[in-house]
């Protein structure tokens, strides 16, 4: 099982302060890294942050020692700090290299050798000939060399801007199950929740317009859903109700 949500590039229209816009976006991150979100895409909702959006959540994907050379200093970046870290399991901490681990880096040619900054006190030889960034296993500690690799387990999430209006972004996606949240969708409690199998997406609307505004009616939903049940406030930001369905869902998940 994979999971996807899907967040409007209007996220961020009701602020220009852009340490409170960078630490929104966080807290978008940090809810898809706790429950093992691994794809976001973002969709054109009559917004302008859809590629800031998208820098803030591919900066704080990536581990921490290969991000000066993926990101040049940009001033969109410049209130990163105040976002925690994800602390996923691709991002390593330096520690002692073992044969076997896998770790994320960055290969790139030095004469007619492929080298690799995988976060240690040594560049690793990479056997292959691949470049940029790449996920790596250890084979060898004297010589430190790897191989690339595919992870086991979580490992992150991809982000997806698709310039396109919602229904389009849903249908290239090619979900298995689609759940929209909206304040006058049926009780969590109370649905019948589809299966979760293969694809499963879940759709959040803009602060100023719902899934069904945003649709117009071009989607059909397997099930739309309030998973924030008796709100004692006027309003759940698109943050929070992110955080509040994964956190319903996640007692569901079986895989």
């Keep these: 099982m994979a999971w996807h949500v899907f967040i409007p590039?209007?996220?961020?229209?009701?602020?220009?302060?852009?340490?409170i816009r960078t630490y929104k976006v966080g807290q978008v991150a940090r809810a898809c890294a706790i429950f093992g979100v691994e794809h976001i895409w973002i969709y054109r909702a009559g917004g302008r942050d859809g590629k800031f959006i998208k820098l803030v959540l591919e900066y704080m994907e990536t581990p921490q020692y290969l991000r000066k050379r993926l990101f040049p200093l940009m001033p969109e970046l410049k209130y990163v700090g105040v976002v925690p870290p994800l602390r996923t399991p691709h991002h390593k901490l330096k520690g002692k290299p073992r044969v076997g681990d896998i770790r994320e880096g960055f290969a790139f040619r030095r004469g007619k050798r492929v080298y690799a900054d995988i976060g240690l006190d040594e560049l690793a030889m990479v056997e292959g000939s691949v470049e940029g960034r790449w996920t790596f296993r250890i084979i060898s500690v004297r010589p430190l060399r790897v191989i690339p690799?595919?992870?086991?387990?979580?490992?992150?999430?991809?982000?997806?801007?698709?310039g396109k209006p919602l229904a389009k972004t849903l249908k290239k996606a090619?979900?298995?199950v689609t759940i929209a949240t909206s304040r006058m969708g049926l009780d969590v409690r109370e649905a019948e929740i589809p299966p979760l199998r293969g694809e499963v997406g879940f759709v959040f609307g803009s602060p100023r317009k719902g899934v069904s505004e945003l649709l117009g009616g071009e989607f059909d939903f397997d099930a739309?859903?309030?998973t924030v049940p008796n709100q004692r406030t006027a309003t759940v930001r698109t943050e929070?109700?992110?955080?509040?369905?994964l956190a319903v869902f996640n007692l569901m998940?079986?895989?």
């Design 9 to 19: 590039d209007s996220l961020l229209e009701e602020t220009d302060d852009p340490k």
């Design 149 to 162: 690799a595919k992870p086991t387990g979580y490992w992150g999430y991809r982000v997806h801007l698709s």
């Design 174 to 176: 090619g979900l298995n």
């Design 224 to 226: 739309v859903l309030n």
């Design 240 to 245: 929070e109700a992110l955080l509040a369905t």
């Design 253 to 255: 998940r079986r895989d």
